[in-house]
């Protein structure tokens, strides 16, 4: 019975995946600091220039379709190896180029000779020089440098046409449509994005088929976190509950919903019909321009004062209300 209930609560709600679909959180320091040397590998400093030695190069894309990311290993001038990600857009460019460094210091492990890999992104290199990430690959990556003292992190300029960053972000563009398809844990600001995504989507599914506030729906059809803005008359206005005689009828206050003139009183009446608000109103619309022209009054700033004015009336005003009892 518990599962039919929930199914039943959340139409539209898909179950989430399993929590290691989802990056864990580290905090704090992994590597004692007496032994972070990694100032010993990591240089911004050296200038690069194509001279044809075996050499490592990273970097990361991301479009709409996807986030790439690809190393290469160039050496006298060509490709000798190479490794193309594709990953799904939930993934940024720091994680796509994060991940590109990590795969090349695999690579580079084997060679047991000193190598350079070269990305052409600041911000990664910072990451890996900061002993308190809190991104479980770049602690992984830390790791992994200080056991394999060959392999060497350096920054290059981009775009001024090095061959191998020139090759690496080549592959990484087409890795987003080509690459093989890799898999890394999702952030936790996805699981609230996604969470947030299902949640307004219920909450939309049971606005567009409620059967209350259908006048508010009418204006207002989509569901948000923002405030609409609109002050207390403008709310009586909308939603019809206010001391209007047909609000007052739906609750038994009153025995008929027609105003003192002998219409039924209904927001709409008094802001362009009743005889006793003649001074407050608004042009009347045709049924077919009654949401628009609600929604103009709504947006119009000079309209939203005459529309207080006239709530306001109608709310000192007893006498259209009053029940003619004769
Ligand atoms: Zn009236």
Redesign the pocket.
């Known amino acids: 019975m518990p599962e039919f209930l929930e199914q039943d609560l959340h139409p539209t709600f898909s179950p989430f995946t399993s929590p290691t679909d989802y990056e864990n959180k580290s905090s704090g320091i992994h590597i004692h600091p007496h032994n972070f040397l990694l100032h010993n590998q990591i240089s911004f400093a050296e200038n690069h220039r194509d001279s044809g030695a075996k050499a490592v190069y990273t970097d990361g894309s991301k479009k709409d379709e996807g986030t790439g990311t690809a190393y290469c290993i160039l050496e006298n001038y060509g490709i000798i190896a190479s490794w193309p990600g594709k990953l799904d857009h939930s993934n940024s460019v720091f994680k796509a180029e994060i991940l590109a460094i990590k795969m090349a210091i695999e690579a580079a492990s084997s060679l047991h000779r000193p190598i350079k890999i070269w990305t052409d992104n600041l911000s990664n290199l910072m990451a890996i020089l900061n002993p308190k990430s809190h991104h479980s690959m770049v602690r992984e990556i830390q790791t992994f440098l200080l056991s394999h003292k060959h392999i060497h992190l350096r920054w290059l300029k981009t775009h001024v046409g090095y061959l191998g960053n020139e090759c690496a972000d080549q592959l990484a563009k087409e890795a987003i449509t080509k690459g093989d398809p890799f898999f890394l844990p999702k952030p936790l600001s996805y699981l609230k994005y996604e969470i947030r995504s299902a949640v307004l989507s219920i909450w939309q599914d049971n606005w567009e088929n409620g059967d209350t506030g259908r006048s508010t729906h009418d204006i207002v059809p989509r569901v948000s976190n923002k405030p609409v803005g609109w002050n207390r008359e403008e709310l009586m206005f909308v939603t019809g509950h206010g001391p209007f005689p047909s609000y007052l009828r739906r609750f038994n206050l009153r025995t008929n919903d027609n ?3 002998g ?1 039924k ?1 209904d927001p709409m ?2 802001a362009t ?4 608000t003649l001074s407050w109103h608004f042009q009347t619309p045709t049924v077919s321009l009654k949401l628009q022209r609600l929604k103009n009054i709504l947006t119009n700033n000079l309209s939203r004062t005459r529309l207080r004015l006239l709530m306001r009336f109608i709310c000192d005003e007893n006498i ?1 209300i009053l029940e003619d009892n004769n």
């Open positions: 105003c003192s003139c219409e009183g009446h008094y019909k009743c005889r006793f259209l």
